[in-house]
């Protein structure tokens, strides 16, 4: 299956910086998707891409489609305590064939923001 | 609202006892799964199901079952928990088998003694 590299695994930053991480894949995807996870809840889906360079915003949070199809970004800019949870980035799981729907997902990045 | 719910949120049981989670969704979803989240381990697929009547397993199916009678109703059955099947377990589902935008419910965090 898909492997997928998430990084940094952990971030520690003070209310109002900027944050980036990033994830790579071993192929070539159509569709990144971003989630959030906070404490006792599921994942939510935060932003969706599907072309590559494609650039899209949800509020202060920035994605981008990698050109080379084979990585993805998430800027957050002005932290804010709300922003603390974990990242995941994911994708289908069968990249070169039929996912079913099936997602592969970064193993995480836990932020954390310092009022 | 549009959401996946899931019931109970919280359960502890003893090993052998049968418990059934319930999902449920109201987005007229045709695509739903379960999965399980462990530290290390990260989300693993347990099941899907494409529609009504149609379930596949996916990465860890062994020790569940599941069920797709109506199109908004998902349950994951444990005919005989195991300690090993201590976790926290995600509905999910999504339009379509086509569509990866999956939305998830809150979760149910279950503990087998």
């Known amino acids: 299956g898909q492997q997928l590299n998430q990084s940094p695994q952990s971030m520690f930053i003070q209310e109002g910086e900027d944050v980036s991480m990033n994830c790579t894949s071993s192929s070539i995807f159509n569709t990144w998707l971003w989630y959030k996870q906070e404490p006792g809840e599921g994942p939510v889906l935060l932003i969706a891409?599907?072309?590559?360079?494609e650039l899209t915003s949800n509020g202060r949070l920035t994605a981008q489609f990698g050109i080379t199809r084979k990585d993805s970004f998430l800027n957050i800019s002005a932290s804010i305590p709300s922003d603390v949870g974990i990242y995941f980035c994911a994708g289908p799981a069968n990249a070169g064939g039929t996912s079913y729907g099936k997602l592969t997902f970064g193993q995480g990045t836990i932020l954390t923001v310092h009022p | 609202e549009a959401q996946v719910t899931q019931n109970p949120r919280y359960l502890i049981t003893v090993t052998g006892k049968k418990l059934t989670v319930t999902c449920s969704q109201n987005m007229n979803h045709e695509y739903m799964s379960w999965y399980r989240q462990d530290p290390g381990l990260g989300l693993r697929q347990i099941y899907y199901?494409?529609?009504?009547?149609?379930?596949d397993k996916g990465d860890v199916p062994e020790g569940y079952k599941v069920s797709r009678k109506e199109k908004r109703n998902f349950p994951l059955i444990l005919e005989s928990p195991s300690p090993n099947q201590t976790s926290l377990y995600f509905c999910?589902?999504?339009?379509?088998?086509?569509?990866?935008?999956?939305?998830f419910g809150p979760g149910t965090r279950l503990t087998v003694t």
């Open positions: 199901s494409m529609n009504v009547e149609v379930t």
């Open positions: 891409l599907y072309k590559a360079g």
């Open positions: 999910a589902s999504s339009q379509s088998v086509y569509m990866l935008e999956q939305y």
